[in-house]
């Protein structure tokens, strides 16, 4: 696009390190602004032509990104993974990024990532949050459990963490320390807060205007409950960007990347390069899946009948999983239950 300038932006917590360049590869400028809403707005007023930018994907990428979309005539976001030769080069500093991340971009050749829209990542945000309070609510369950193991308490494993028996349990620990009973009263506290807070975020988000028809949609497949389809809602954002399903199994994690050359291929374990909040709710949601749902039951009744362990079949589970959100997702149509015939019947 002649006319057009080229801009890559080398984002940092407090500064972001631009090139400006022509279609030609012809330098304009370049230089250091401090990552502030006010110098930026003053930068992108001062083009006289339209312009083009590009910057990595990182954690300070969102606001800037949001900041800076309505005064570029687009605004493209790499992925990480794909970017790494930039660092793996010789020389390597701040100057040198953004010129490459210019170059690449008036090349057409920058790996650009999928950027969902603001809403869908505030949303994201309180989601990744509520995630964060079960992982503190299991470490206080699992503190608990460890000081009472610490000075010998006798305890019931299957109604230790219940607000009664906790209560009772409290008061025929007169042979422990003080200072045990102390901690234990403030680990449960503080389980409390960490539970309750996370149950408001919960319900707070499936009643959401923009979610709430969605999740319902999603929820009327047998074995995916309401955290496993906000996380596909706000994780995956629009379905429609996988054209088919077998790429959205490969983001969400669910098998091995491909390594082929001169005709010889060899088989890894599943590939890093996924979205791990995904890869996580799905196996969960593919351990329980079989109990409520016969199809997905016979999909792991047919991949044990294989000789495949529970690891594996349980992938076969998820994969398929995967397949039934996305096209429900896609169609906006409720799951329809077929009559499945098991395996074990059918011989």
């Known amino acids: 696009m002649k006319g ?31 990552a502030t809403r006010e110098s930026l707005r003053e930068w992108a007023e001062s083009f006289a032509s339209p ?33 790494r030769a930039i660092a793996a080069s010789k020389k390597k500093n701040d100057r040198v990024d953004a010129r490459k991340l210019a170059d690449l971009l008036r090349c057409d050749l920058f790996p650009e990532c999928y950027m969902a829209s603001e809403k869908i990542r505030e949303l994201r945000r309180v989601l990744r949050y509520r995630n964060l309070l079960v992982r503190e609510a299991a470490r206080m369950k699992n503190k608990t459990a460890g000081l009472l193991m610490e000075v010998g308490a006798e305890y019931d494993k299957q109604r230790l963490h219940g607000k009664a028996y906790f209560k009772a349990l409290l008061e025929t620990l007169d042979y422990v320390p003080p200072s045990v009973v102390s901690l234990l009263k403030l680990t449960r506290s503080s389980l409390e807060v960490f539970v309750a807070n ?64 001169a005709g010889k291929e060899r088989r890894h374990p599943l590939s890093k390069q996924r979205n791990k909040h995904l890869q996580t709710i799905l196996v969960e949601a593919a351990q329980l899946g ?22 594996q079949a349980t992938l076969a589970v998820a994969r398929k999983l995967v397949a039934y959100l996305l096209c429900v997702d896609k169609t906006g149509k409720r799951f329809e239950l077929r009559n499945v015939v098991s395996t074990s019947l059918a011989m």
């Open 4 to 34: 057009y300038y080229y801009i890559g932006l080398d984002v940092h917590k407090k500064s972001i390190s631009y090139c400006v360049k022509t279609v030609e590869g012809t330098i304009v400028d370049e230089g250091i602004l401090p």
């Open 198 to 261: 996370q149950n408001l975020l919960l319900k707070a988000l499936q009643e959401h205007p923009n979610l709430r028809e969605r999740v319902d949609c999603l929820m009327s497949i047998p074995g995916v409950g309401k955290v496993t389809a906000l996380t596909w809602a706000l994780e995956i954002g629009d379905p429609h960007r996988f054209s088919s399903c077998k790429k959205a199994i490969s983001y969400c994690g669910l098998c091995s990347p491909q390594d082929e050359s």
């Open 51 to 83: 312009w083009v930018g590009a910057m990595e994907a990182t954690l300070f990428t969102g606001w800037i990104y949001d900041f800076l979309l309505p005064f570029a005539e687009e605004l493209k976001v790499g992925h990480s993974y794909m970017l």
């Open 290 to 311: 079989p109990l409520r749902n016969p199809q997905l039951a016979s999909v792991y009744e047919r991949e044990r009948g294989r000789g495949a362990n529970h690891n």
